[in-house]
């Protein structure tokens, strides 16, 4: 089992900037697939970006595309989140996810 643990949400305005982090323990991560999710309020979760750990290939929702950047860290194992140019709309916690394993969610909260 892994453990994963999120970071670096907070309170942004529109138009700003976050970088959330995602720190990975417990099991190798070669060839594996590193997600982030997310749930805004009384929604479901959904797919945000995901990047493949050992070629670093990476795939996004249509709502991620040209404004979230997914990349990761070998050394540190650790899978980041560069979210530029947020919107009210990406209100949500955010969650790391590595096949089963979840981490326990950071929340980002855009004001307009």
């Known amino acids: 089992q892994v453990q994963l643990v999120e970071s670096g949400g907070g309170l942004a305005q529109a138009g700003e900037s976050l970088t959330l982090s995602c720190a990975a323990s417990g099991r190798t991560l070669s060839g594996y697939v590193m997600r982030w999710f997310r749930r805004a309020p009384g929604k479901e979760r959904e797919f945000v970006a995901s990047?493949?750990?050992?070629?670093?290939?990476?795939f996004y929702a249509d709502s991620a595309k040209g404004r979230f950047t997914i990349s990761r860290d070998r050394a540190k194992s650790t899978v980041y989140l560069q979210m530029n140019a947020l919107k009210p709309e990406d209100t949500a916690v955010y969650y790391c996810?590595?096949?089963?394993?979840w981490g326990q969610g950071t929340q980002v909260t855009v004001s307009s």
């Open positions: 990047i493949t750990w050992t070629l670093g290939n990476t």
């Open positions: 996810n590595l096949q089963s394993d």
